[in-house]
């Protein structure tokens, strides 16, 4: 994927990047008190949240998918896991500084972390992934049915507790700043697969290869900046947070 970039995904990506940054600076707004928003209740930030992590997550299992079809190594996609995995032990130490009592320690780096291997094993599962996908999404629901309906007590916990709650079968979610467990999301890095490869048949059955999504030549201005952006998601998600925190403390200081 190296020689090759794919515009449109290049751009959702950095779309989903710009949306998370204006939803975590008021959200770094809200916890200093500069404005007062309840983003665990309130369906207009819960829903954005769902959005925003959704797309990322789409936009990862469509990348594997490239770089499985562009035949990359297993040695280079382990050195790319080494580094989300990497992020998401830096986001746990960070997290639990800022928020001992609930901090990260299986968000969206740490599900991509796993979601990534299962997506590696099953990218050439073809069009399965797309009924894969809607069963690792209604899983969720189903397993909060059961167990509120069949189970009891100790085994509830369980699968509430961090032991088991990576796996996303729960019946209350836990209190943590970020939450993305296996299920549902592995479903939407599955249809981000199942997609890539719908849009390589067409491409195929046209003779043109990927070349109809290249960059540069498709996108507007806009468009070519997100994509741009896009291809150093993880970098700028790693960079994003402390620059907020401190414009907010900037300001914060300011209003005394």
């Given at each position: 994927m190296n020689s090759q970039r794919f515009a449109l995904l290049d751009a959702l990506r950095g779309l989903a990047m710009v949306w998370m940054t204006v939803f975590h600076?008021?959200?770094?707004?809200?916890?200093?008190?500069?404005?007062?928003?309840?983003?665990?209740r309130d369906p207009f930030w819960t829903w954005q949240r769902v959005v925003i992590v959704s797309l990322f997550l789409f936009c990862a299992g469509f990348g594997q998918a490239v770089a499985t079809a562009q035949g990359q190594s297993w040695e280079r996609f382990w050195k790319r896991w080494r580094q989300v995995a990497a992020c998401?032990?830096?986001?746990?130490?960070?997290?639990?500084?800022?928020?001992p009592q609930?901090?990260?320690?299986?968000?969206?780096?740490?599900g991509m972390a796993l979601m990534l291997v299962v997506v590696r094993l099953t990218a050439y599962w073809g069009r399965w992934l797309w009924l894969l996908g809607a069963l690792a999404v209604a899983s969720k629901f189903i397993a909060a049915y059961a167990l509120s309906v069949w189970a009891r007590g100790q085994f509830i916990e369980l699968f509430n507790s961090p032991v088991l709650n990576w796996l996303g079968w729960i019946t209350q979610k836990p209190i943590t700043e970020d939450y993305a467990p296996l299920f549902p999301w592995l479903g939407v890095m599955w249809w981000g697969v199942a997609t890539e490869g719908w849009l390589l048949s067409r491409t195929k059955a046209n003779r043109s290869g990927y070349a109809g999504m290249a960059l540069p030549r498709a996108l507007p201005k806009v468009g070519r900046a997100l994509a741009v952006l896009g291809r150093w998601s993880l970098s700028y998600y790693m960079v994003h947070q402390p620059v907020l925190i401190a414009m907010v403390m900037g300001l914060g200081w300011l209003k005394r």
């Amino acid at each position: 994927m190296n020689s090759q970039r794919f515009a449109l995904l290049d751009a959702l990506r950095g779309l989903a990047m710009v949306w998370m940054t204006v939803f975590h600076f008021v959200f770094d707004l809200n916890h200093a008190g500069l404005v007062k928003q309840d983003f665990y209740r309130d369906p207009f930030w819960t829903w954005q949240r769902v959005v925003i992590v959704s797309l990322f997550l789409f936009c990862a299992g469509f990348g594997q998918a490239v770089a499985t079809a562009q035949g990359q190594s297993w040695e280079r996609f382990w050195k790319r896991w080494r580094q989300v995995a990497a992020c998401a032990l830096l986001v746990s130490a960070g997290s639990w500084l800022m928020y001992p009592q609930t901090f990260i320690y299986f968000g969206v780096l740490h599900g991509m972390a796993l979601m990534l291997v299962v997506v590696r094993l099953t990218a050439y599962w073809g069009r399965w992934l797309w009924l894969l996908g809607a069963l690792a999404v209604a899983s969720k629901f189903i397993a909060a049915y059961a167990l509120s309906v069949w189970a009891r007590g100790q085994f509830i916990e369980l699968f509430n507790s961090p032991v088991l709650n990576w796996l996303g079968w729960i019946t209350q979610k836990p209190i943590t700043e970020d939450y993305a467990p296996l299920f549902p999301w592995l479903g939407v890095m599955w249809w981000g697969v199942a997609t890539e490869g719908w849009l390589l048949s067409r491409t195929k059955a046209n003779r043109s290869g990927y070349a109809g999504m290249a960059l540069p030549r498709a996108l507007p201005k806009v468009g070519r900046a997100l994509a741009v952006l896009g291809r150093w998601s993880l970098s700028y998600y790693m960079v994003h947070q402390p620059v907020l925190i401190a414009m907010v403390m900037g300001l914060g200081w300011l209003k005394r």
